[in-house]
């Protein structure tokens, strides 16, 4: 059976959470809200707890999990070294939605890590994921919600449809304020490589280090000469039942694509729609999921995992999206969008 505690980000129940921090202490598996997707907890330090989450999410055991810390003090005990390039970070951009790859400690067990010699390590900002740590006392491994393989779940009831029964408890707040997964930023090189980009922009981390490299399978399928350097990224992700095709290009261009194409696909007997914008909207004679605002990419990032998954409670067959653009959270976006895609891209002018 799977408890379910409700609260609200400014209404936080501390009572409730002691509760859920004991689940976690004794072993258990608590589903918590953070600013970027819900996370999937169990104590970090206890490789049974671990396994659970492996279990829950069908996930694949040489998939490294992320660890969950409520404060500075909290990383100390599972990194070798924070190196001046890790300082510099933790610094500016915890907590927040970034995971730093670090050198692991000798406390972590290969469960976690997937026999790595590294860990990432996170910082939820989210006022409810840092009190649940801190009650808890211990680092809380977290992957994203999800049964592997779908959108990660960014609304209470993401959680309970995949989860309910699987897990615990689950802490249930309002939607992700960021909506994607932290951006995963290794430092144990010379130059820092974002391996997933994420609520942390390029932009924003080249502000602070100079220097940043963007792995290459962030932006192109990974294939045989092509690994991607975080795991996760490797597999099949975000994908709704429904096909997804990107189209890129001038926004009139890309609606009278769209169009077009799906007339095909409906006289084909297929349910189609397409990922829009408010601005764009009106542009298209089929359904349309709209993101949010062109103006304002926190609107469409917020919405897009909700999104794909609505195609799959509506019965589409076919959903067409628009591309944005790769500056700022647009990379997260794209990088996103494009596995939900399978990379399928149609570019018109
Ligand atoms: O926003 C987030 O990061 C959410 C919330 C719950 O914190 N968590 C999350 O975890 O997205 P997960 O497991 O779904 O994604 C973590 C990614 C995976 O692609 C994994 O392969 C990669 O980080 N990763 C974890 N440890 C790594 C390591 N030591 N080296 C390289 N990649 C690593
Ligand atoms: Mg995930």
């Known amino acids: 059976m799977t408890e379910i505690f409700s609260m609200d980000e400014n209404n936080i129940n501390d009572g409730l959470l002691k509760k859920a921090g004991s689940i976690v202490r004794e072993g258990g598996t608590v589903i918590f809200p953070t600013e970027t997707v819900y996370g999937l907890g169990a104590n970090a330090l206890d490789a049974n707890a671990v396994k659970k989450i492996f279990e829950a999410k069908g996930r694949p055991s040489d998939n490294p999990l992320i660890v969950h810390v409520a404060d500075y003090d909290g990383i100390l005990p599972l990194v070798s070294e924070v190196n001046d390039r890790a300082k510099a970070l933790i610094k500016h951009f915890m907590p927040g939605p970034i995971t730093i790859i670090m050198k692991r400690s000798e406390a972590i067990p290969d469960e976690v890590t997937a026999g790595l010699d590294t860990v990432g390590i996170r910082m939820p900002s989210h006022k409810i994921a840092s009190r649940f740590i801190k009650l808890a006392g211990i680092p809380i491994a977290a992957p994203s919600a999800n049964i592997s393989g779908k959108p990660s779940p960014t609304r209470a009831e993401h959680v309970i449809h995949d989860m309910d029964g699987k897990v615990d408890a689950i802490i249930a707040d309002g939607p992700s304020g960021v909506g994607v997964e932290s951006t995963v930023v290794d430092v144990t090189g ?22 940043v490299e963007v792995d290459p399978a962030v932006l192109k399928k990974p294939s045989k000469n092509l690994v991607a350097r975080a795991p996760g990224m490797k597999y099949k992700h975000y994908s709704p039942d429904a096909e997804v095709v990107i189209v890129s290009g001038p926004e009139n261009a890309v609606a009278e694509k769209i169009n077009e194409l799906s007339k095909e696909d409906m006289a084909a007997g297929k349910k189609v729609a397409v990922l829009a914008c408010y601005e764009t909207k009106k542009l298209y004679d089929i359904v349309v999921i709209i993101l949010g605002s062109r103006k304002d990419k926190l609107s469409i990032s917020e919405n897009l995992f909700d999104a794909l998954r609505k195609l799959d409670d509506m019965g589409i067959d076919k959903a067409y999206a628009e591309a944005v653009d790769e500056e700022g959270l647009g990379l997260a976006i794209m990088n996103r969008l494009k596995k939900a895609a399978a990379y399928k891209i149609i570019r018109v002018n």
């Open 190 to 211: 010379e130059i820092p490589m974002i391996l997933r980009p994420g609520g942390i922009t390029l932009e924003d981390l080249r502000s602070v280090l100079g220097r």
